[in-house]
């Protein structure tokens, strides 16, 4: 009965010794509690596993561990896994709140590249290397077919390369993706100007002012047009109206000032250019500018 009784004592002792616990929680990275986490721990030395679930608050505990390394490791469904060494001692209470960071899904990794790519292609495109901003924006439209800004971004790729027909077909798709993408009918409408399309041109700038009317820059690019295929009058409209919606657009009183000129409204075109240098006194064309200037008022002297 000695003999017994020792063993039984000796036996509690050694299971008081290894009562170790473990508690803490578990959370995500806003600091919200993720109620049934799971949570697997193996102990290296034995390469033996057990796991046990939070609870609806996000915590757990467990207690009559052996001591020793642990690996531990949570599993929650759309979060990353999270694993770590622990080593719990003999009697020991161990503690831990855990992050849980959100996975990434498929769709966010394409969202990632595309970006990348688009960023490239820009700068490419900015460098003047078209064939490398092609390369980047193919990537994009691959990874995000419906992202209309891809497809604008190769259009105008193409259209800087002198390939109109593949900048139109581009484009076209992203105005339909995106059918109020103002800077696409822009795109479009120059590629037909470079092919000598006045008409096609005007037909879409017609389209870009009907949805975006404010737009001051849409009616200087159809008054424009208007001037060149000598439909004046209209030309003289869309021009007022551009200067109305935005007196601050230089290149208006400089299509006004043409216009005025053509029309030998002498003043008036005086009056449009010396705004135009007002608004854009470093612009490319000043001097000549200046030039026509000179000429229109030597022109107003001898008729007065």
């Known amino acids: 009965m000695i003999i017994s009784l020792g063993f039984i004592l000796l036996s509690s002792s050694i299971l008081g010794a290894q009562d170790s616990k473990f508690r803490g929680t578990i959370k995500d990275e806003d600091g919200n509690p993720i109620p049934n986490g799971k949570i697997i721990l193996t102990l290296i030395a034995r390469n033996s596993s057990f796991d046990f679930k939070t609870n609806k608050k996000g915590k757990f505990y467990r207690r009559g561990f052996e001591p020793g390394q642990y690996m531990l ?35 966010e990794v394409k969202n990632s ?9 820009v700068q490419f495109y900015q460098q003047g290397k078209f064939d490398e901003a092609i390369e980047a924006f193919e990537d994009v439209i691959i990874n995000k077919p419906d992202f209309a800004e891809g497809y604008y971004n190769l259009g105008m790729a193409y259209l800087r390369q002198g390939d109109h027909d593949r900048a139109i077909e581009v484009i076209d798709k992203a105005i339909e993706l995106k059918p109020d993408f103002v800077e696409a ?10 092919k000598g399309e006045e008409e096609q041109a005007t037909e879409i700038f017609k389209k870009a002012v009907a949805i975006n009317p404010n737009d001051a820059k849409i009616y200087v690019s159809l ?11 209209l030309a003289m409209e869309a021009f007022l109206k551009a200067m109305e919606l935005d007196p601050s657009l230089p290149n208006t009183y400089y299509q006004l000032g043409l216009v005025y000129y053509k029309k030998q409204e002498i003043d008036e075109s005086i009056e449009s250019f010396e705004k135009y240098l007002e608004l854009a006194p470093q612009a490319p064309d000043a001097e000549s500018i200046k030039a ?11 008729i007065s």
Request: aromatic share 14%; glycine share 6%.
């Open 113 to 121: 590249e595309a970006k990348n790519k688009f960023d490239q292609g």
């Open 185 to 194: 009918y822009f795109g479009i409408g120059q590629a037909y100007i470079d």
């Open 73 to 107: 490791a949570v599993e929650v469904e759309e979060y990353k896994p999270f694993k770590q060494k622990i080593y719990i001692s003999v009697g020991q209470e161990y503690k831990m709140d855990i992050v849980m960071a959100k996975s990434v899904s498929v769709e």
């Open 292 to 302: 026509i200037i000179e000429e229109l008022r030597k022109k107003r002297d001898s």
């Open 223 to 233: 008054g424009a047009l208007y001037f060149s295929a000598n439909r004046d009058d």
